[in-house]
């Protein structure tokens, strides 16, 4: 355990590689740097972000909770209903 500093009573302080990319948040409290690619011409409502994906979840053949992925080309109707939640 790689010891940074002490705290009252000379509680141990971890190391950590963490690294802290603001303290704007109400109450000063820490944003972490994140390798995360957010999406800044799109927002939810409320202007919350939008991820973008890694590219080897294209490959994957469901979407979590067992959902299927439609292809990108075209396909039948009744085919493109069973896409749809």
Request: hydrophobic share 40%; glycine share 10%; no cysteine.
């Amino acid at each position: 355990m790689e010891v940074y500093g002490t705290i009252l009573n000379d509680r141990p302080i971890m190391a950590s590689s963490i690294q802290v990319a603001d303290t704007t948040v109400p109450g000063g409290r820490p944003i972490f740097a994140s390798d995360i690619i957010v999406r800044d011409d799109l927002t939810l409502p409320g202007g919350r972000p939008i991820f973008a994906s890694r590219e080897d979840l294209l490959d994957a053949p469901l979407l979590p909770g067992g959902r299927p992925i439609a292809a990108n080309e075209e396909v039948e109707t009744e085919v493109l209903m069973g896409f749809i939640d």
